[in-house]
């Protein structure tokens, strides 16, 4: 999170507060909120400041309202508008006013802040006028004043000390409460509550303020309240600094649907802001955005047209050429541009094409070049810039056709922005799966891709080359193709390989008479690779020409595979001893054992009660024997064989003995992963989900049956996210040991059950307990997270008795509800499920 927030206090910003406000502006804020507010006292403070009473008049005069004859005074204009009308434009004049002679700050920025707070005000009470039409004006006050603590934050500070002085302040930066928490001991939204709540308004209003940000849990609240929420989001997906138009587009159909609006309601809310919006900016002096950043301004129609002119867009395969001709063909369908110039970045990065667009089609000039600015543009007319200045997609440039319509030029620079939207996401995900697609088709091995049967699913062009096909038929099987095109006898390869679980990969070499006389092809290198594709299981089957090595060679290499193959397609443990039981010879994954005595370095295992000696021998062949491994060396981990026996007599040497091994070892482990995985959660070792849910029934049912105490505390990690969003998710694992760690010194062995929930969720499951007990352990758990973590994160934490007939779930659901209030209640505490 880039913006830094100081310490600050709410008697600090209340002393801010009182040398911004005079008493003057107090006194509209209350007769705004009164039942019948009192017109002389209105204008008696409005004339009292010649400045302020120019400025409503030229308000109420502006075109705005639309009235038919000059308006020259207060009494006249309240009768034409309404009290309340008049006391809402002079509070907010004098809201800006004051607030802006106070605060040091750029002056752009504070512009951002002051469309995004304007805005958010008039649409506030526009959407009141629909869903609670009596409240209107305090829709509007309340959205108005949401974020005065803000405001008043950055009236006190100065100089070097300014946050972001480039930023809409105002605007929710993602853990922005959390940070405020931290900070101030509150987010901004109370710190507002807390200030205007001496000044007498409604609750009804500081509930609003309080939960303006409160968009996930809406239906919950009152209709006002709804009102400020609906217009705090609105306003900053219009005028916040990460305008995203698709966005904008969901939030507004969600809104339509949550006010029950039709579209030509949604249409006149709109269009009823924009009005408002844009001649209050002009009275109050505040720079409205670019063009190309009004989207307010669009028909939702209009953004819904652009949103899916983008969808064709980003969803193109056919590569830049492919883009330029849709965006051609949106230019001269919807704006008749027939003479324009684009400018869009090649797939690898390297660097610009241009094309030209006419009346005659799209057509690329054949010139790139690593900068736009050196592209031989022709087009002399307006510029585009498609993405960031420093690293564009692109560029457009066009003469606008016939006269020049301002509403049709703001539609295009609107357009643009969505279209930068689009190739973003072209060029990060559709152009790097498509540069994929061409290297793999530009391999010189063939690669095909095929399910667990041999069906081929997919295949590049030099697999298909082998087979001198161009395309392959749907459900064509590999093992029928290689053998019919290449005399490839494959099925064996494939048997082999799906027989040997542990088995990634299985290889051949063909060179055959029918191969060198079928074929140009001479010898093929053929290997079949496990693949996961998406979760589901298939192989990878590569092609290779080999054909440049000589004839000699090949023989060799031939015979070298062979051996091999044979070695190392038996798992088992592989050797030959003496009389004596001396290990005389071994295959290679065994050579570690050569020249040391079978007898010492194993040892019986299970059932075994015979004789484990070199005399053992003079019984082979015998049954199998399991054994154990024991180099006493330590140079390989420990190995369980099963051991077969068998009598080998040469010329030479005499009599010795072949002994071959199965390796149980992979077994063994494997068995004890399983039960591992099945108890224990991979990254902290604390029991698993699934095992916390067995825990849990297994000690309720115990402790109804023994009537001893049992509790469960239940806690999730206060600022995760942030550690996660700002470090990376290793830093979030880390993290997560850390908090095991403390929690297993922090529990009692053999009677508490330390378990990962899911996330950053955690649960112990507490037996032979009662509440002091309880209250330790969490006290523990609190400063074991303080210790190991070092205020990183802290600890909401939820914990409950098991009440007499209460079952598991029953048990996990009030300390799950008593952890979620102590997050909403500011984290870092126990609430206690009573």
Not at 703 to 717: H, Y
Request: aromatic share 8%; net charge negative; with cysteine.
């Amino acid at each position: 999170m880039h913006r830094q927030l100081a310490d600050v206090t709410p008697e600090a910003l209340a002393k801010c507060l009182a040398l911004t406000f005079p008493p003057a502006m107090v006194q509209l804020v209350q007769e705004l909120v009164a039942p019948v507010p009192a017109f002389d006292t209105i204008a008696r403070i409005i004339q009292s400041d010649p400045v302020l009473s120019a400025t409503v008049l030229t308000l109420v005069n502006s075109p705005y309202y639309g009235l038919s004859a000059k308006v020259t005074n207060l009494e006249r204009a309240a009768v034409v508008l309404g009290t309340r009308e008049i006391l809402k434009i002079a509070l907010s004049i004098s809201f800006q006013h004051n607030t802006s002679r106070a605060i040091k700050r750029n002056r752009e920025s504070l512009f951002a802040d002051w469309r995004l707070s304007v805005w958010s005000a008039i649409a506030a009470e526009h959407i009141a006028q629909r869903t609670a039409p009596k409240e209107a004006h305090l829709a509007y006050l309340g959205s108005l004043l949401k974020d005065l603590s803000l405001f008043m934050y950055l009236c006190l500070e100065q100089g070097d000390d300014m946050p972001d002085g480039n930023a809409c302040f105002l605007w929710l930066e993602d853990n922005q409460l959390e940070l405020e928490r931290q900070r101030w001991g509150e987010t901004h939204a109370d710190l507002s509550r807390t200030l205007l709540s001496q000044w007498g308004l409604p609750e009804s209003i500081l509930d609003g303020i309080a939960n303006h940000h409160n968009l996930l849990e809406i239906e919950a609240h009152q209709p006002l309240t709804q009102c400020i929420i609906l217009a705090t989001r609105w306003a900053e997906l219009q005028h916040g600094p990460d305008l995203n138009p698709g966005t904008i587009i969901q939030f507004e159909l969600q809104m339509r649907s949550l006010l029950k609006l039709e579209d030509a309601q949604l249409e006149s809310l709109r269009d009823e802001c924009t009005q408002r919006f844009e001649s209050l900016l002009n009275l109050l002096g505040i720079q409205n955005a670019t063009p190309d950043n009004r989207f307010y301004a669009q028909s939702l129609q209009s953004m819904q047209s652009f949103y899916f002119h983008a969808m064709e867009i980003s969803h193109t395969t056919t590569g830049v050429e492919g883009i330029a001709r849709i965006i051609s063909r949106h230019l001269r369908w919807k704006w008749g541009l027939e003479k324009a110039q684009l400018a869009l970045r090649t797939i690898e990065g390297g660097g610009f094409t241009l094309f030209t667009i006419s009346p005659e089609g799209t057509e690329a000039t054949g010139t790139e070049s690593p900068s736009i600015a050196k592209l031989p543009w022709k087009v002399r007319g307006e510029a585009l810039t498609l993405g960031p200045q420093k690293a564009p997609y692109g560029e457009l440039r066009f003469q606008p056709s016939g006269k020049a319509d301002p509403a049709a030029g703001q539609q295009l620079r609107i357009y643009s922005r969505f279209m930068t939207t689009a190739l973003a996401t072209y060029y990060n995900e559709q152009a790097v799966v498509l540069t994929k697609a061409q290297t793999l088709q530009s391999l010189p091995v063939g690669v095909a891709l095929v399910d667990l049967k041999g069906t081929i699913l997919d295949a590049n062009q030099r697999f298909l080359s082998f087979q001198r096909l161009e395309s392959v038929p749907a459900g064509t099987n590999v093992a029928d193709l290689l053998k019919d095109t290449l005399s490839i006898h494959f099925a064996p390869l494939l048997t082999n390989l799906l027989a040997e679980a542990d088995r990634p990969s299985i290889s051949q070499l063909f060179c055959s008479v029918a191969l060198r006389e079928a074929a140009k092809t001479p010898c093929l290198y053929l290997s079949v690779h496990r693949h996961d594709s998406g979760g589901s299981n298939t192989l990878l089957v590569l092609l290779e020409d080999v054909t440049e090595i000589s004839a000699m060679e090949m023989q060799a290499l031939q015979q070298r595979d062979f051996l091999e193959r044979l070695v190392s397609s038996m798992q088992e443990f592989i050797a030959t001893v003496d009389l004596t039981g001396t290990i005389l010879w071994t295959a290679p994954a065994s050579g570690h054992m050569q020249g040391k005595n079978l007898f010492t370095v194993t040892r019986p295992a299970g059932r075994f009660s015979g004789q484990w000696t070199p005399a053992f021998l003079e019984g082979a062949p015998a049954p199998a024997v399991p054994v154990e491994v024991t180099l006493a060396d330590g140079t390989q981990p420990p190995l369980q064989l099963e051991l077969i026996f068998s009598p080998l007599l040469s010329a030479t040497s005499g009599t010795t003995y072949l002994v071959v091994g199965r390796d149980l070892t992979v077994i063994r482990r494997l068995e004890d992963k399983i039960r591992q995985q099945a108890m224990f959660d991979g990254l902290t070792g604390l029991f698993n989900y699934s095992q916390f849910n067995a825990v849990l029934g297994r000690e309720v049912e115990r402790s109804a049956r023994t009537g001893r105490g049992m509790g469960l505390v239940f806690f999730d990690l206060d600022g995760f996210k942030k550690v996660n969003d700002t470090y990376g998710h290793q830093a979030g694992d880390k993290l997560l040991k850390l908090i095991a760690k403390g929690v297993l010194l922090s529990v009692r062995k053999g009677m508490d059950f330390p378990c990962r929930y899911g996330g950053d969720e955690f649960a112990v499951v507490v037996t032979e307990v009662n509440r002091p007990t309880l209250e330790a352990l969490c006290e523990r758990l609190h400063a074991a997270v303080r210790k190991h973590c070092q205020g990183t994160v802290s600890l909401s934490m939820g914990v409950a008795q098991l009440r007499q007939g209460e079952t598991a779930e029953q048990l996990l659901q009030r300390v799950d509800r008593a952890s979620y209030q102590a997050k909403n209640a500011g984290g870092a505490q126990t609430v206690w499920a009573e």
